[in-house]
């Protein structure tokens, strides 16, 4: 399947970009009253609180200026006989006193206490309804997968990040165990052994390696990888690491590739099909992806409440294709692509600038910032922009 422009020209994303921009209208609409709830639980708390602080503060003032009151009448009369009676107040007032000042703190508290309840509640509303678009909605961004083996099977971490976002899954995979077999097929490696009948020499024998267990595998957008390998017994391991364009072989901690003997029978035509491999790997075997993290220029964007600035970060990779569509598009009013199969055959699809315009309206100021970054509302003009994608 290639997805096009209406004049023929590739758009700069192969997916369904009107599906994508669908998702995302869906989760906007849907998130940002989200964050806005928690705004206007804080905003509402903030008060409460200043409110109770402010009557702690007018009562410790007050008691204050009593003492200097008192204290000052005592010293003016200069007799004894007052002591007493003048302590006896200043003792029933700060009782009274103190009594009410734990009662408002105990509030204030009370308020503290529950409104971080009531935050998190709203903070993983928001985390789900992101958790399915984050994955594979945001174009252009960089990506690090990481995957390990331990006693509960295979589990592992995928972060991305793009202009300032970054977002962080937890991955769950179909296989208990990872054997390099079914992650990259046939693997050997060269090392040195013993061999011989009558003498024992110094010979590079190929070990096969498809049996070995996958210990630990990175990944990035770049192509970078690094793998860990080890046999069942756990008293053999091996490291891969390097890109398309060179890779380096360890056995334990000695370089294989660095060997002038060993390292010609290193098959680096193979190796460098890896990255590949484990992009299919990934592709079929994540069971399950659960957004743990969203960041904005490193800070939480969830708890900071900057998920809007997050969802403008993506319009604006959104932005790009939607104008585009528009200036490449014969209506102007509609954003259009073209798929076309792989027999030549071509369909479209579309959806109209008041479809778009109308759910981000209807959730207010910020939607309709949206709508404006994604080219769709009245005041925005159709020009040539240059792609923000990689």
Partial sequence: MKYIYQDSTELPVQRDFIEDLKTFLDITSR????????????????????????????????EEKLNLLIKGLVNEVDIDDVVPCANAILQTCSENF???????????????????????????????VLNRFLISGIYGAEKRFELSRGVNGVSGKMEGSVSGLQYCYTLGFVEESMTVDKLIGNLSLPNW???????????????????????FLEYDSQKNICLILENKKANRKFRIEGSELKYFVYDADKEITADKELGVFVDMTNLAKIPEKVQAYLRTNIRTYILSKVLLDEEDA??????????????????????ECLAKGHNKEEITIKLEETDGKRSEKYLSRAEIYAPLAEVGSEGIEIAGILGVDSRTQIKDRKYLIV
């Fill in 31 to 62: 998130v940002i009253p989200l964050e806005n709830s928690i705004l206007e639980i804080k905003c509402k708390n903030k008060e409460a609180i200043y409110e109770l602080k402010s009557r702690i503060h007018g009562i410790n003032n007050f």
């Fill in 98 to 128: 103190g009594k009410k000042r734990e009662v408002l703190e105990a509030e204030c508290r009370k308020i503290e206490n529950g409104t971080a309840h009531e935050y998190r509640k709203f903070e993983s509303r928001i985390l789900e």
């Fill in 193 to 215: 052994t013993r061999a011989g009948i009558l003498r024992k020499e110094e010979k590079i024998k190929m070990q096969d390696l498809s049996e070995f267990l996958v210990s």
């Fill in 302 to 323: 969830v708890s900071t409440n900057q998920i809007f600035d997050c969802l403008k970060v993506i319009a604006e990779q959104y932005g790009v294709i939607s104008q």
